[in-house]
């Protein structure tokens, strides 16, 4: 499996339903059309960059080429116009 993955804060979401500060983690997987590693390196910058304490990987390989976000405080409406601006597709996968 082809999973990249970039931690700004590693241990940021620590075990169980909750993250730090007591406050509930939320994640939220997304099907996109990244097609290369290239690409979804690039984007985890950008990701990472307004996203800082989430956790956030790309599975390439998935037929989906899943991009799963884990985090508190992020709103998955802006994940994917951060995707739209870049140029890809992304949607919250059902």
Known sequence: MQALQLNTYPGSIEPGLFGK???LAMIEIFKTNVENTRQAIALLAVLNHRFPTAEINFDLEDCDRILRVEGENFCPVLVIQTLAN???????LE
């Not at 870049?86 to 919250?92: D, L, S, Y």
């Open 86 to 92: 870049n140029g890809f597709e992304c949607g919250v």
């Open 21 to 23: 500060n007591n406050h």
